[in-house]
Protein backbone atom coordinates (compact mmCIF):
# COMPACT_ATOMS: atom_id res chain seq x y z
CA UNK A 1 0.00 0.00 0.00
CA UNK A 2 0.83 3.77 -0.58
CA UNK A 3 0.32 6.14 2.19
CA UNK A 4 -0.13 9.91 0.77
CA UNK A 5 0.07 13.19 3.21
CA UNK A 6 -0.89 16.63 1.73
CA UNK A 7 0.29 19.78 3.52
CA UNK A 8 0.25 23.14 1.68
CA UNK A 9 -3.58 24.30 1.31
CA UNK A 10 -5.19 27.19 3.40
CA UNK A 11 -6.83 30.77 2.47
CA UNK A 12 -5.62 33.11 -0.29
CA UNK A 13 -6.54 36.30 -1.82
CA UNK A 14 -7.25 35.99 -5.87
CA UNK A 15 -3.57 36.58 -7.51
CA UNK A 16 -1.80 34.90 -4.85
CA UNK A 17 -0.05 31.71 -5.01
CA UNK A 18 -0.01 28.52 -3.07
CA UNK A 19 2.66 25.23 -3.16
CA UNK A 20 0.86 22.05 -1.79
CA UNK A 21 3.26 19.11 -0.73
CA UNK A 22 2.60 15.33 -0.87
CA UNK A 23 4.66 12.75 0.19
CA UNK A 24 4.23 9.34 -0.35
CA UNK A 25 5.63 6.64 1.68
CA UNK A 26 5.00 2.50 1.47
CA UNK A 27 5.24 0.27 -1.41
CA UNK A 28 5.94 3.20 -3.79
CA UNK A 29 8.78 1.57 -5.94
CA UNK A 30 6.64 0.52 -8.57
CA UNK A 31 4.61 3.98 -9.02
CA UNK A 32 3.95 5.04 -12.39
CA UNK A 33 2.30 8.68 -11.99
CA UNK A 34 1.36 10.91 -8.96
CA UNK A 35 -1.50 13.92 -9.49
CA UNK A 36 -3.29 16.31 -7.99
CA UNK A 37 -7.38 16.10 -7.93
CA UNK A 38 -9.30 18.53 -6.61
CA UNK A 39 -12.95 18.79 -5.33
CA UNK A 40 -15.61 21.52 -5.35
CA UNK A 41 -18.20 21.52 -2.95
CA UNK A 42 -21.66 20.02 -4.81
CA UNK A 43 -19.29 18.96 -7.99
CA UNK A 44 -17.10 15.95 -8.94
CA UNK A 45 -13.67 14.68 -8.68
CA UNK A 46 -12.01 17.09 -11.32
CA UNK A 47 -8.24 16.24 -12.28
CA UNK A 48 -6.24 19.09 -12.38
CA UNK A 49 -2.57 17.86 -13.30
CA UNK A 50 -0.45 14.94 -13.22
CA UNK A 51 3.41 13.63 -13.90
CA UNK A 52 5.08 10.53 -14.55
CA UNK A 53 7.55 9.55 -12.56
CA UNK A 54 10.33 8.08 -14.86
CA UNK A 55 10.14 10.75 -17.68
CA UNK A 56 9.09 13.48 -15.69
CA UNK A 57 6.74 14.20 -18.06
CA UNK A 58 3.72 16.48 -17.23
CA UNK A 59 -0.12 16.66 -17.58
CA UNK A 60 -2.96 19.40 -17.24
CA UNK A 61 -6.56 20.28 -17.02
CA UNK A 62 -6.90 23.08 -19.46
CA UNK A 63 -8.53 25.37 -16.46
CA UNK A 64 -5.00 25.56 -14.39
CA UNK A 65 -2.57 25.21 -17.51
CA UNK A 66 -0.18 28.25 -17.50
CA UNK A 67 -0.99 29.18 -13.75
CA UNK A 68 -0.03 26.02 -12.24
CA UNK A 69 2.83 23.90 -12.06
CA UNK A 70 3.48 20.29 -10.54
CA UNK A 71 6.89 18.83 -10.08
CA UNK A 72 8.29 15.65 -7.67
CA UNK A 73 11.45 14.56 -6.12
CA UNK A 74 12.25 10.81 -6.57
CA UNK A 75 14.69 10.74 -3.52
CA UNK A 76 11.66 11.51 -1.08
CA UNK A 77 8.96 10.31 -3.21
CA UNK A 78 7.25 14.08 -2.71
CA UNK A 79 5.02 15.91 -5.44
CA UNK A 80 4.08 19.48 -5.31
CA UNK A 81 1.56 22.11 -7.20
CA UNK A 82 3.00 25.32 -7.32
CA UNK A 83 -0.41 26.85 -7.42
CA UNK A 84 -0.12 31.12 -9.24
CA UNK A 85 -2.82 33.46 -10.12
CA UNK A 86 -5.22 31.81 -7.96
CA UNK A 87 -8.82 32.37 -9.09
CA UNK A 88 -12.49 31.99 -6.81
CA UNK A 89 -12.88 29.28 -8.65
CA UNK A 90 -9.78 26.82 -7.87
CA UNK A 91 -11.67 26.81 -4.53
CA UNK A 92 -11.42 23.06 -3.65
CA UNK A 93 -10.09 20.58 -1.34
CA UNK A 94 -7.47 18.97 -3.26
CA UNK A 95 -6.35 15.56 -3.38
CA UNK A 96 -3.05 13.93 -4.05
CA UNK A 97 -3.04 10.69 -5.59
CA UNK A 98 -0.32 8.09 -6.84
CA UNK A 99 -1.12 5.65 -9.68
CA UNK A 100 0.55 2.26 -8.92
CA UNK A 101 -2.08 0.40 -11.99
CA UNK A 102 -1.84 2.09 -15.37
CA UNK A 103 -0.92 5.21 -17.21
CA UNK A 104 -4.52 6.19 -17.49
CA UNK A 105 -7.00 7.88 -14.83
CA UNK A 106 -7.83 5.17 -13.76
CA UNK A 107 -5.10 3.81 -12.60
CA UNK A 108 -5.15 5.99 -9.47
CA UNK A 109 -5.71 3.93 -7.02
CA UNK A 110 -3.96 5.61 -4.19
CA UNK A 111 -5.31 8.90 -2.27
CA UNK A 112 -4.67 11.76 0.46
CA UNK A 113 -6.91 12.93 2.88
CA UNK A 114 -7.36 16.27 0.99
CA UNK A 115 -6.17 19.80 1.81
CA UNK A 116 -8.88 22.50 1.44
CA UNK A 117 -7.91 25.72 -0.47
CA UNK A 118 -9.64 28.72 -0.32
CA UNK A 119 -9.47 31.53 -2.94
CA UNK A 120 -11.29 34.95 -1.88
CA UNK A 121 -12.23 37.54 -3.69
Known amino acids: QVQLVESGGGLVQAGGSLRLSCSASGRTASTLAMAWFRQAPGKEREFVAA????????YYADSVKGRFTISRTNAKNTVYLQMNSLKPEDTAVYYC??????????????WGQGTQVTVSS
Open 97 to 110: SANGKNMELSGYNY
Open 51 to 58: ISWQSVTT
